[in-house]
């Protein structure tokens, strides 16, 4: 039996939503989407593959950061329209921003704050 038939790919246009958190520390680091390849990428190679809506291609995790994500464990809902992933992040930043994880801002006294952890600059790695 195949794993992926137990997802509803169809309910949003061939993506299910994709939550990584680190398996380890138990941090949310990201949500994202994969689509069924990229999550057959996942399965066969032990490293996150996502589903970039934005550049509409698939998405190595770390393709140019290096900040791979190894797949520990994957859980999916009632549902069968989200993933949970544990992962093994590597190299400490999880997102675009150089922030361990993608949840660096808390609403405080009406106003956000950044709490998050920066592990590199986006402008050296990306050049953006």
């Known amino acids: 039996m195949d794993p992926l038939a137990a997802l509803d790919f169809a309910k949003n246009d061939g993506l299910v939503t994709a939550i990584a958190v680190d398996d380890e520390r138990g941090d949310l680091l990201m949500v994202a989407f994969m689509n069924e390849q990229s999550l057959r990428l996942t399965l066969e190679t032990g490293e996150v593959h996502y589903w970039s809506r934005s ?3 698939l998405w190595h ?5 290096g900040n791979t994500q190894e797949l520990k464990s994957l859980f ?3 549902d069968g329209d989200c993933v949970v992933m544990r992962v093994e992040q590597k190299g400490g930043a999880a997102c675009h921003t150089g922030r361990r994880s993608c949840f660096f801002r808390r609403l405080d006294d009406g106003s956000w704050t950044d709490v998050g952890e920066q592990v590199f600059d986006p402008e050296e790695v990306y050049g953006k």
């Open 55 to 57: 550049r509409g291609k």
């Open 61 to 65: 995790k770390g393709e140019e950061s």
């Open 76 to 78: 999916i809902d009632c």
